[in-house]
């Protein structure tokens, strides 16, 4: 099966990272989304919890199972994408666009050294 993969970081628990000037947006890749199957429900955190890297701060459901979301990097969450709260199939149909989950202001820049890069990501999920 192919995947789109765009040029972001990811964790191999398959969550995306995009960061932009001290912030970043967070959401699942195109792989968990599809693994997951259809979203019927999303859990999500309040702005301005606190998220500390590895830990899960969100939840996903979709008809065949339940998964956590782990955070890629720590910081506060400055926006929820509460959209996903009445519309979780989202998260199906833009997974990178409509369906991002939350905004981190990041605590540690440093933090994205430790993240997978596409090129990393996509040779992950094939092995």
């Known amino acids: 099966m192919s995947y789109d993969i765009p040029e972001l ?6 969550e995306w990272i995009d960061p932009t000037d001290g ?3 967070i959401g699942i890749s195109d792989v968990a989304q599809d693994e997951l ?10 702005t301005g919890d606190e998220l500390s890297a590895g830990d899960d701060f969100a939840v996903v459901e979709s008809i065949k199972a339940v ?6 990097v ?4 400055t926006a929820v994408n509460e ?18 989950l939350v905004e981190v202001e990041l605590a540690d820049p ?3 050294e430790s993240l997978l890069s596409a090129e990393e990501y996509e040779a992950s999920i094939e092995t």
């Open 110 to 112: 440093e933090e994205l």
């Open 83 to 100: 959209t996903l709260l009445d519309r979780p199939e989202l998260l199906n149909d833009d997974p990178y666009g409509d369906g991002w």
């Open 37 to 46: 199957g259809d979203v019927v429900f999303v859990e999500l955190p309040s």
């Open 74 to 77: 720590s910081g506060e969450v």
């Open 23 to 25: 912030t970043a947006r």
């Open 9 to 14: 970081l990811y964790l191999d628990s398959h």
């Open 67 to 72: 998964s956590d979301v782990y955070a890629p």
